[in-house]
């Protein structure tokens, strides 16, 4: 007999979700761990810390921009030593609380770092645990990038610019997605000059055009640069002085960029190192994810995969649905995660939301449809908040009115896209978020008003 039901390997978001689900259902879970506290890049060096220096800066940027006019009077300095803190206690609470969740639900924490000798069998040290069901859940790692080495002192990965030993003076950061713009953004509130250097022609890869447009303008009000369409060649470094070439692909120029910080974002990678793939057989893609099928199976029977280390977003959230589905799966119920609703949020100020198909995925599948826009200039608590920059875009079918994608900019975004998200579950037309009483004054006023433009029209508009 197995040692266990079920073990996960990694606990991040993936892992740790889908074994309390797995323990809630009644499997004797385990889940292997080698970090020092759970919750994985997620918790430990990712969304939570990332939120944290968000929060801690954008409350310096309103004391600098908006207290004044309200009547407040504050001179704000930037301690940044205990802002590190702050975010170090912030993170503490949180993978604090997963250890917590595990005790309270059964799960046995085994500490080390997993290897799978046989399918069956989950290596730790010198210990062997034996399980019905493993599912690798070991996540991803940020991806390099020829010509520049990364020692998390001067040039940096999104891991090195959470413990940064000073505010750097010039930050460049290379790569516009994600975690470049979310980093980028603390550090230009915390006094930085901050250049961005991105390969493609727009910010944000993916997104709605429109919306990637008015982000780009709304972080260039907010003093940072942007260097599109160039190719970073590599990183010199002389005397803590890191200088960046890169070469812009109209015309192959080349041009140089002087920084005291670099911080490398250009994506990130499945981690599946150590994990004894290869022996096993395990199918991975020429992208190195593990290959499942739409139940998380790999091609070896007993082994499932997860989250970043599988295709599709890397999103925390994206691994958690995942988590609880495959623990479903293996307790004998029908887990399924619906990857045509999954909302992505960039935590910046105003935050950015999106949900389903963006405007220039509809041109291209020839999908007739119409847009619904609101901008929270037209939206009273949003002008109070000194937050009208933005707007609320909604896509729905032209013939049946069915909302098919959603795109926000603005105050809140990242709570507000979920309106859409159970609205897109439940298959509704714009006309029923349209009809539903919202509480005033929200700002998710601005969403039912962008739902109305997609029929009759707004009111506020
Ligand atoms: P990303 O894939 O979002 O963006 C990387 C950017 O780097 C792309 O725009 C790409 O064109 C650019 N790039 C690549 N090579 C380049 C070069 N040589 N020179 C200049 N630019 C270059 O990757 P990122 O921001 O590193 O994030 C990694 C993952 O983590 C993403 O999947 C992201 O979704 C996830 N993440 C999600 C967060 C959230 O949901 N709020 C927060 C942080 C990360």
Redesign the pocket.
Known sequence: MANYDVIFIGAGPGGYVGAIRAAQLGLKTAVVEGRATLGGTCLNV??IPSKALLHASHMLHEAQHNFATMGLGVTPSVDWQQMLKYKDDVIGQNTGGIEFLFKKNKVTWIKGWASIPAPGQVQVGEETHTATHIVIASGSEPTS?PGVTVDEETVVSSTGALTLGRIPDHLAV???????L?LGSVYARLGSKVTV????DAIT?GQDGEVARAFQRLLAKQGLTFVLG???QGVTLTDGTATLTYKLRKDDSEATLDADCVLL????KPFTAGLGLEPLGLALSPRGQIVTDAHFATNIKGIHAIGDAIAG???AHKAEDEGMAVAEILAGQAGHVNYGVIP????THPEVASVGATEEQLKASGTAYKVGKFSFMGNARAKANFAGDGFVKILADKATDRILGAHIIGPGAGDLIHEICVAMEFGAAAEDVARTCHAHPTYSEAVREAALACGGGAIHA
């Open positions: 990712g969304c990038l290379i790569g516009a997605g994600v975690i470049g979310e250097i991105e390969y493609l890869p160039a190719a970073v974002a250009t994506g990130r977003p890397m999103l992505g949020v960039i935590y």
